[in-house]
């Protein structure tokens, strides 16, 4: 920002802020970075702008009333001094951040930097306006405050610094297990020497880990069964660092079990009666379980109580089921908790065809008739003799 009070004199009129490395003159060697128009009788005139690329040491400014050159111009210096920015605040241990240097000395390429006073090894040249651009890895370090310092050894501009802050990361090794893999943890940018506790969302699943001198760290485990499909690890220092991993586990659904039987099939002739199910076996790394529905209808909704089986590990299943038409499906679950298509099969079957209800009824029925018949051939019989 640049504030002008005059003494004796008004101000008003359109003004020009002008830029220079070297002193203003008329023939263009100047940027132009700001206009305004200051209010008539005004003898004060603010012009906020924002420093162009420029080089280390005296810069000039021009205050120019009016639009042309020769309109009362006034002139100052600005002390450039160089200065260096990190795109980011945080990095990780593996991430690529950038350093911008801005006021330094134009074309040097002799311009050292260093972060956590060790040599980067960069090549690093200034371009004409004193600046440069580097990217740079960050390298196996600990969890914490960390520095970049930019330096030229044959000037006294002295060290120019930025700070970074350095957070733990962890990446798992294969990135989409199946249940029961083993699976390798590494860690970085953790404590130095400290425990590290790992938890599968949550529950601890190692044996916690000891981090190196640069707050590196790698362990194994086995995915444990879980009935969801994304989960979270988490690794926590004794520091309190946190980094977690985001762990989408194999996410490709089973083949569907075909039925077998029942098909079309009739079981007993009255009363209550036992199916035994049966379907293909299907097989997965992880694991699988099995549904099985049977119904009176092709809707299986809603079904009657004890018409539903899950958690079933073996490729066939035994009800007892009142006389009746049924269907029935089956479909397979694997540990991930992903589902195959429901596998229908095609016939009704059939049970028995009278209910014990029934049964006794027309049991009771031919009792009766039975007394009947005997008290009557009997009584025939006496009449008889």
Known sequence: MLAIT??????????????????????????????????????????????????????????????????????????????????????????????????????????????????????ISTNDGGSFTAQFTIPDTMAGNHQFKAYNENLAIGEVTANLQVGPTISLEPEHPEIGTEVTLSGWGFAARSTVSVKYDDAAVSNSPTTNDTGNFTEKFKVPESSTVNHVITATDKAGNVATFGLPLEGTPPSVPTPVSPSQQRFGWFGSQTVIFTWTPVSDPSGITYVLEV?????????????????????????????????????????????????????????????????????????????????????????FF
Request: charged share 20%.
């Open 295 to 383: 119904d009176k209808s092709l809707r299986f909704f809603p079904l009657e109580p004890g018409m539903r089986r899950t958690g079933l590990t073996q490729p066939n299943c035994i009800m007892t089921l009142e006389p009746g038409t049924y269907y029935w499906h089956v479909k397979s679950i694997d540990g991930a908790g992903n589902e195959s298509d429901w596998s229908l099969s095609p016939y009704p079957f059939q049970v028995a065809f009278f209910s014990g209800i029934y049964l006794a009824a027309g049991a009771f029925v031919f009792i009766i008739v039975f007394i009947f018949i005997v008290r009557a051939f009997f009584r025939r019989l006496k009449e």
């Open 6 to 123: 005059s003494t004796g004199f008004s101000l008003d009129g359109p003004y020009q802020v002008l830029w220079s490395k070297s002193p203003i003159s008329d023939e263009g060697n100047y940027t132009l970075v700001a206009t305004g128009e200051v209010p008539k009788g005004s003898m004060q005139a603010t012009a906020i702008f924002t420093v162009p690329e420029a080089i280390y040491g005296t810069n000039y400014v021009q205050f120019r009333r009016g639009w042309r050159p020769t309109d009362n111009p006034y002139n100052f210096t600005f002390n450039i001094l160089p200065d260096i920015k990190v795109t980011s605040t945080s990095a990780f241990v593996g991430s690529e951040v950038t350093i911008r240097g801005t006021g330094f000395p134009a074309n040097k390429n002799d311009i050292n930097l260093v972060f956590d006073d060790k040599d980067t090894k960069l090549s």
